[in-house]
Nanobody, 124 residues
């Protein structure tokens, strides 16, 4: 059974950094594109970024480009989301999601599995 577990969320001030982790089990990890999404209170879930199966390509939403970095360690079945220069508008529950097959990375409806999320709160 596929399981994705996010960790690393917390309460930080603007300008701070956080590193989220996503641990995967029950899948051949290197077969999956790993995506990050987030959902702020009262808002729809939005795409944050994805990383390719080999970790050689990434793509980010404009709102986080230049501040967030996704990396992965296939040997450890782990994906990371390094978030720098955090802003109050980054406050959200952050989810990792695995996608394989013919689905389109970054499209929520094409994800095969989701984690339960980790809360990031940026307060001023």
């Amino acid at each position: 059974q596929v399981q994705l577990v996010e960790s690393g969320g917390g309460l930080v001030q603007p300008g701070a950094s956080l590193k989220l982790s996503c641990a995967a089990s029950g899948i051949t990890f290197s077969n999956y594109v790993i995506n990050w999404f987030r959902q702020a209170p009262g808002k729809e879930r939005e795409f944050v970024g994805w990383i390719s199966r080999a970790g050689d390509r990434t793509r980010y939403a404009d709102s986080v480009k230049g501040r967030f970095t996704i990396s992965r360690d296939n040997a450890k079945n782990m994906v990371y989301l390094q978030m720098n220069s955090l802003k109050p508008e980054d406050t959200a529950v952050y989810y990792c999601a695995a996608q394989t097959g013919s689905g389109i990375p970054g499209r929520a409806g094409d994800m095969n599995s989701w984690g339960k999320g980790t809360l990031v709160t940026v307060y001023s």
